[in-house]
Every structure is written in structure tokens, then in C-alpha cells.
């Protein structure tokens, strides 16, 4: 598609199960990030990938976060055991120059931990 | 973490006036973005800014990165009701590849 595509739109789970967020980059661009964006507060940087390896995943708040992207275009952010702080839409965007370059955001999933 | 301080937080405006919102930071930026956040969707990129003093235009929009490299500014003219919406600033510094985002600016046109 055109656009970043993020799945799925909406996720309600229980606390402490497993929850996977897909994110689907715009066809070409290089970099990927991944940003959390609680009710009223702007975004909050996650992880960045360059390619297929997590440049910097410094803002993953523990370790029950964790973001892959194995063949350096669609990337999976996983959260074990939800807690209901996680609570939050997560916004993915692409870059086509990485770090210097613009965001493109998707439209977000928003997960709701019960 | 750590967020840009954005002011002002909210504004109600008549349709029809210009509009002023900035962006501010401890430290120096090489980059900013400014972006449009409508309810349930994600920001979507209004102007880049990647030069200090550079002024750049995108239709009724207008922003500036400040001299200092620590500000930046948006301005709005003939604000129309489509312009409602959360307004944020994002900046990005120098050997970083995070940028960090602002605070947001809620802006309410009434007709």
C-alpha cells in the first residue's frame, strides 16, 4: 500500500497475556520506528531499526517488550504478560533516509489491557 | 520520557484568524517536524525543517526553525474548521536517531 499499515486497529486483552502489533512499512524505506502515544501526551520513542537490526531499542520500557524485523520490511512489536499500564495506542512510522530523514506515521494500534 | 514543552497547550480561535504555536528545547535540534494528530488517527507530517532560521511553507501553513536551534514555530493563517486538531513538534539532535516529540497544542476552531 501506499501508506504505513498497522495491525490490528484495535486489541483488548486480558492482563498478563500476549499481545502482537504488526506494522507494515511504506515499500522502500529503510528505516522503521516504533512510538507510544498514551491518552493526551505526545508520542514516546520505543525502538528504531535500520534495516533488519534494532539500532536503538533504549526506549522499551522493560523486558517485557520486544520488536523484531527479520527481513528488514514488516516488523512485529511483541508485549508478554500484559500489565494495564501497557495500555496505549502504538504508532509505527517509516523513514526512507533513517535518522536525519521524515516520519510517515500509521494510523496506530490501540491496545487495551483489562 | 523526555517531552518538547509546546505552547500553548490548547487554543479556541474564530474561523478566519491566524494562528501561532511554538516548540521548545533544552537542547539543540538538527531536525524538526511538525505534525497534525486528528482523533483516532495517526500524525500525519505537515513541514520539515532542517536548516536554522529556515522558513518553510506548505499551503496556509508556515513554520520556522529558530536561530537558536532550540525552538521552532507554526504558524496558521485563515484558520478554516478542518484545522481542528492536536498540532505536535518533533526533534531530532545531533547523533541520535530518536526524535522526541512535543507536548501537543489542541487547537479548537469555532465557526
Known amino acids: 500500500g501506499a501508506g504505513v499499515s498497522q495491525t490490528p486497529s484495535n486489541k483488548v486483552t486480558e492482563k498478563g497475556k500476549y499481545v502482537e502489533l504488526r506494522c507494515d512499512p511504506i515499500?522502500?524505506?529503510?528505516?522503521l520506528y516504533w512510538y507510544r502515544q498514551s491518552l493526551g501526551q505526545g508520542p514516546e520513542f520505543l525502538i528504531y531499526?535500520?534495516?533488519?537490526?534494532?539500532?536503538?531499542d533504549s526506549g522499551l520500557p522493560n523486558d517485557r517488550f520486544f520488536a523484531v524485523r527479520p527481513e528488514g520490511s514488516v516488523s512485529t512489536l511483541k508485549i508478554q504478560r500484559t500489565e494495564r499500564g501497557d495500555s496505549a495506542v502504538y504508532l509505527c512510522?517509516?523513514?526512507?533516509?533513517?535518522?536525519?530523514?521524515?516520519?510517515?506515521f500509521g494510523e496506530g494500534s490501540r491496545l487495551t489491557v483489562l | 520520557g523526555q517531552q518538547l514543552n509546546q505552547s500553548p497547550q490548547s487554543m479556541f480561535i474564530q474561523e478566519g484568524e491566524d494562528v501561532s504555536m511554538n516548540c521548545t528545547s533544552s537542547?539543540?535540534?538538527?531536525?524538526w517536524l511538525w505534525y497534525k494528530q486528528d482523533p483516532g488517527e495517526g500524525p500525519v507530517l505537515l513541514i520539515a525543517?532542517?536548516?536554522?532560521?529556515e522558513l518553510t511553507s506548505n499551503g496556509r501553513l508556515t513554520a520556522q526553525f529558530g536561530i537558536t536551534r532550540k525552538d521552532s514555530f507554526l504558524n496558521i493563517s485563515a484558520s478554516i474548521p478542518s484545522d481542528v486538531g492536536i498540532y505536535f513538534c518533533?526533534?531530532?539532535?545531533?547523533?541520535?536517531?530518536?526524535?522526541?516529540f512535543g507536548t501537543g497544542t489542541r487547537l479548537k476552531v469555532l465557526a
Open positions: 537542547s539543540i535540534f538538527n531536525t
Open positions: 531499526f535500520q534495516g533488519t537490526g534494532a539500532a536503538d
Open positions: 512510522a517509516s523513514s526512507l533516509k533513517g535518522f536525519t530523514g521524515e516520519l510517515f
Open positions: 518533533a526533534g531530532l539532535g545531533s547523533g541520535t536517531y530518536k526524535y522526541i
Open positions: 525543517l532542517y536548516k536554522a532560521g
Open positions: 515499500s522502500g524505506h529503510t528505516a
